[in-house]
């Protein structure tokens, strides 16, 4: 048998140098073989560093996956849909993606464990509040960076927008939301979730022309994912509460 190549040092490959010379030297791999193994190692390594810091920099309030994902308890929702919308075509494509429903209907959720399944195969991905996003625009329209922060929420290649249609909001960040949606159209792909139906957006975005305008860019070509009325938190509570013993 030939001897077993020394293992280079490497801090990123915490340990997997050991376990592959054993595996090289038990099944006589040549030093070629062996080299490549090693490489292998550290590419799949660094990929899954890498996607730990575009998790670590999304901004996701939760660690939210389609696998803890309870579909049984979302008879509206088409599994298979959402689980062909994590293969990301739909990034690759710039298209929109709208999820519709009431709260604790699963909304955020999806659009947490969407972003992350971007984020996991190498999309750039930004989570954000709506009234979060409004809020920088504002000040950076006072700062007079408004061009600078357009151009960065701009770049990214997933832009989830969350709680769209809790609040409303003033013609001024309505406007500049519109913008960051301008920029973006055809460009790159924004997802949202809302816990308003379309016809509803004029409680958020109070001017109907504005209203209509920025409804076409959240739609145009994209999917439109309903996630019904029925609160998954609520029936969740009351079935807790109603296995809990009577107490005189």
């Given at each position: 048998m030939r001897s077993t190549p020394a293992t280079p040092r490497s801090p990123r490959r915490r340990?997997?140098?050991p376990r592959l010379a054993a595996t090289a030297e038990r099944e006589q791999m040549s030093?070629?073989?062996f080299l490549a193994e090693l490489l292998l190692a550290e590419c799949d390594d660094r990929a899954r560093r890498?996607?730990?810091?575009?998790?670590?920099?999304?901004?996701?309030?939760?660690?939210?996956s389609l696998r803890k994902f309870d579909f049984d308890a979302s008879p509206n929702l088409d599994a298979a849909m959402i689980h062909t919308l994590a293969k990301c075509e739909w990034i690759k494509k710039s298209l929109p993606l709208c999820l519709i429903g009431d709260s604790g209907t699963g909304k955020s959720h999806l659009l947490i464990?969407?972003?992350?399944?971007?984020?996991?195969?190498?999309?750039?991905?930004?989570y954000v509040p709506v009234t979060k996003l409004v809020n920088e625009l504002v000040e950076a329209a006072d700062e007079k960076q408004l061009t600078k922060t357009i151009a960065r929420y701009g770049r990214v290649d997933l832009l989830c927008i969350d709680e769209l249609g809790y609040m409303e909001l003033d013609r001024r960040g309505a406007e500049l939301l519109f913008?960051?949606?301008?920029?973006r159209e055809e460009k790159n792909s924004v997802a949202i979730a809302s816990n308003e139906s379309f016809s509803g957006w004029t409680k958020t975005f109070t001017d109907s022309r504005l209203c209509a305008a920025i409804?076409?860019?959240?739609i145009?070509?994209?999917?439109?994912?309903?996630?019904?009325t029925d609160s998954?938190?609520?029936?969740?509570?009351?079935?807790?509460?109603e296995q809990q013993p009577a107490t005189s």
């Open positions: 340990g997997g140098g030093y070629l073989g890498r996607s730990e810091r575009r998790s670590n920099a999304d901004g996701f309030p939760r660690d939210k464990a969407l972003g992350t399944e971007a984020a996991m195969a190498g999309y750039r991905v930004k913008q960051v949606l301008t920029e409804v076409d860019r959240l145009f070509g994209g999917n439109i994912i309903e996630t019904g998954y938190r609520l029936a969740t509570t009351r079935a807790r509460a």
